[in-house]
């Protein structure tokens, strides 16, 4: 387990201008879970999760790993911590003189494997990732989503049991994205590693974590399970991520607009068919969005009502009585 | 079409002799130059800010130090430090007094050419070295040097050319080599044939440094696919 309590960090502290990056941030990653972080850049999550294996020194507060306090320990165990949190990149970050065996080799080294175990082990991280013929390949002879498989048996070499990714699937187009969450997801289910992923894209969270924390401006705006905050998100900066901010209806309005939600009992009723037909008012829609989350499908729909008050009261009235969710579009 | 002179001194052997003198000063120096400049060049870089061990005072006083020696002219260092070359090796004249010279002249060069190359090494691949809990001393042996070696490579082919470019210099204060045999039969008894042979070789010897050199790159470097 991951616990992060009161953290914050600010550059350059004391000096005429601190940069506050994090600021009280607490958070709990239970063992097993696939946790996402997510926010805009600049929000602070790439500092957050070099917060939880130290690479950033928090300026106050605490990171428990397993009720272990890791901003208390002396050097040389923090160097040893590591070792049982891996880490990933956006850009990889492989060794480019070295041959793909070697890069998955190296952490084991540092921790002064055998040799021969080493190797052994290493070859099987390959076969897991699927590259088990290109273990004398060099980085640079890789596609991007090659190198991050590399990565990410570099990240596993040591068995940990946490592995942070940062931006992971950034650089990398969709379908290779595709690839490197399964593989992800299946590190997590297989191999029981907690997965913090990072990353500034709403499809992430929504293939592959079970809980996600927004972060807005160096604080958490929200947290819970992604399938309760993408259902309805309170902040309005998960809002924004996650019903995308350019897919919003535009300015042009003439009526009143609603959202409707689809919680996951209701989506397969064609709800708008039966709206009309029982209010025999028509109503424009402006967006839809639906999507499967855990194999129940989540979506919410933005509709313009009639310019007529009595209308509009009628059709909120029928939505109220079918117990269809809706809220008021600003 | 040769001189009188040339065709002595040839027949001597001594052009060939100077060859000699000019690429074993060159290499020796070039060699312990590295010895003391590659540390103080892993030392400039490790401890700057942003480095994997920042001390700033030991970084300022370092590279203070680097650079006086720097900014002063061959030339002049060569004579300031005669007495130091008398020191070490007993003598301030021939080719063991030369060799301290070029070393101490080119110590300072090879340490910020050591410096610029490891700081070529992505931020992001010392990141990930530190995620995965080296520690720092295993971080320059396995990271930093590694990383940075054909750069290192470049950098040392460069100082090394430099190097042969002072060593020409030292003939004129009791060096020898293609320099010393350059002034003193060519520019003091004004035989311009000498000086051309002693210029054509120089650029011979250059050329063969670079071409060597940068095929030893082209060999080691991964990230050109191939």
Known sequence: ?330 | MFSDMFQKLWANGVIQLGIWQTVYMTVLSTAVAYVIGLPLGVLLCVTDKGGIHPIGWLNKLVGVIVNIFRSIPFIILMVAMLPVAKLVVGTSLGNSAMIVMLIIAAAPYVARMVESSLKEVKPGVIEAAQAMGTPEFSIIRKVLIPEAKPSLITGSVISMVTILGYSAMAGTIGGTGLGQIAITYGYQRQKTDIIWVCVVLTIVIVQLIQEFGMRIVQKTDKRVSH
């Not at chain 1, 990653?29 to 500092?47: M, R, W």
């Open chain 1, 1 to 330: 387990m991951i616990e992060l309590k009161q953290l914050s960090k600010v550059y350059n502290p004391g000096s005429a201008n601190p940069v506050v990056a994090l600021q009280d941030i607490s958070l709990t990653i239970a063992d097993g879970e696939i946790f996402g972080i997510i926010g805009l850049s600049g929000a602070g999550k790439s500092t957050l999760v070099r917060c939880i294996n130290l690479l950033e020194k928090p300026t106050s507060g605490s990171v428990l790993l397993d009720g272990r306090d890791l901003t208390k320990l002396t050097p040389k165990e923090l160097l040893l911590a590591r070792r049982s949190i891996g880490m990933i990149f956006q850009d990889f970050n492989l060794l480019e003189q070295r041959t793909v065996l070697r890069n998955v080799l190296y952490p084991l080294e540092i921790a002064h494997t055998p040799r021969q175990d080493a190797v052994k082990r290493a070859r099987e991280l390959l076969q897991l990732v699927g590259l088990s013929e290109k273990e004398n390949a060099y980085p640079s002879q890789l596609s991007g989503g090659q190198k991050q498989r590399v990565a990410i048996a570099r990240a596993l070499a040591t068995k940990p049991r946490y592995l942070l990714c940062d931006e992971a699937t950034s650089a990398l187009d969709p379908n290779t994205t595709q690839s490197i969450l399964d593989l992800l997801q299946q590190i997590n289910r297989t191999l029981q590693v907690t997965i913090v992923v990072i990353t500034h894209e709403m499809k992430v969270i929504d293939r592959i974590c079970t809980k996600v924390a927004v972060i807005d401006q160096s604080r958490i705006a929200e947290t819970g399970r992604v399938s309760d905050v993408f259902v309805n998100p309170q902040s309005q900066i998960a809002r924004e991520l996650i019903l995308q901010k350019e897919r919003q209806p535009g300015e042009i309005r003439q009526g009143r607009r609603i959202r409707i939600v689809f919680d996951g009992t209701t989506s397969y009723r064609p709800v708008i068919s039966e709206l009309v037909l029982a209010c025999q008012a028509p109503v424009n829609i402006m967006l839809a969005d639906t999507r499967d989350v855990g194999g129940v499908a989540y979506g919410h729909m933005v509709v313009e009502l009639p310019a007529d008050v009595r209308q509009q009261e009628k059709i909120t009235a029928w939505l109220k009585t079918s117990g269809i969710t809706y809220n008021e579009e600003a």
